[in-house]
């Protein structure tokens, strides 16, 4: 059977007030977080880093930087999807081995892709692209995973808004290369919630899609 | 039931070849265009417009500025994601316009909500960034739309691989102040296709997630 996909997305909301006395099953959570995992992206490049904060007290720390919204201590578990802030090579060669590991072969025989991903990647550096791209494809993590999140009957809530470098400082990103692109806590609604019985806005379809 | 998200997630790939003979029901169809109206976006701005064509003709001449992939051509359904290059005023006071008229209330009650969104995009503006940001956007829909396909038992094939300026010169997007941001071509895969059965390559969840 189909499930439902309308009914999820009519259901979900970027849930403003989560009930921080209910936390996500392990099971359920090992559904969610292998969904991450099974993103796609650009040339399979998979340029993210997703971290997993249940601790409370770290996650009070990061408050402050995200317009003091509750829902990144509140939620059942805060993602934070990071990006390399320059993809080098070496992440090209990490995927090529890894397709060599899980498909056999050898590197020499993906030589020609690789070097067309090499070269895809010069002309991004060149126009000072290389974070952006890497954005991009977190934002595909985003939106895949919000709607599986629903699927599975889990409120989220994408946050744009925080201050990258605080949270890249708190989180002791610098070192690695990665910068915090987008956040999005997950766990369950509040009833206290006024937002989740708000009727959806949506343009209406004649205004956002057109058939050619 | 709670539906089965991984089983999708494995089965999806992007799709090299696609058999052009089949085409996607009208009542499948409808659900997955729902399934984009309804996607998320930062402030439920929603920027962008999605193009969905079928003109075999208008087709053909967009192949040769996506590097030949024939996707562009033998898919069932080529969307098209288009994002505003300038997102002005008008768009916040449109998106109002729409709150306004889905929830009831009047525009002047929603003033607060609509000066925090305008200086948010003036911030974007001075920095550059609003056709970016529109991007960005366009990738939730783009990571939630390759899900939703899935489920549906659909194809897709995410390409950024195209020339943009050839495709708004071609769409005639020039004097909407739109340009394309990413493809999503929709179907159904070939019996041909050899993509579709090599081993899926994705790191392994220790190395892309990381718990605080």
Redesign the interface.
């Known amino acids: ?3 439902d ?2 009914a999820a ?2 259901w ?1 909301y ?1 849930c403003k007030a989560f009930d921080s006395s209910k936390k996500i099953s392990a099971e359920t959570w090992q ?1 969610l ?8 992206s ?1 040339f ?1 490049l ?1 340029p ?8 409370p007290e ?1 996650r009070e720390k990061l408050v402050p930087h995200a317009w003091n919204q509750r829902q990144v201590a509140d939620c059942s578990h805060l993602v934070i999807m990071t990006v390399p802030k320059a993809l080098g090579e070496d992440y090209i060669d ?2 090529i081995a ?2 060599v590991e ?2 056999g072969g050898t590197a020499d025989a993906l030589a020609g892709f690789r070097n067309m991903v090499a070269g895809f990647r010069t002309g991004l550096e060149s126009k000072g692209g290389l974070e ?1 791209w890497a ?3 977190s ?10 999140a629903a ?2 009957e889990l409120d989220t809530c ?1 946050m ?1 808004g925080f201050i990258p470098a605080k949270f890249d400082e708190i ?1 002791g990103l610098e070192a690695s290369g990665y910068t915090t692109a987008v956040l999005c806590p997950v766990g369950y609604r509040s009833a206290d919630d006024r937002y989740a019985s ?8 004649k205004d ?5």
Do not use: C
């Open positions: 059977m189909t499930p996909i309308l997305l009519n979900r970027a559904k977080e292998q969904s991450l995992v099974l993103t796609p650009s399979g998979q993210w880093k997703f971290l997993v904060v249940q601790d770290l990490a995927n890894r397709m899980v498909r952006t954005k991009l494809q934002y595909i993590a985003l939106g895949q995973f919000m709607l599986a699927l599975l994408p744009e989180l708000l009727p959806k806005v949506r343009f209406e379809a956002v899609i057109e058939h050619r």
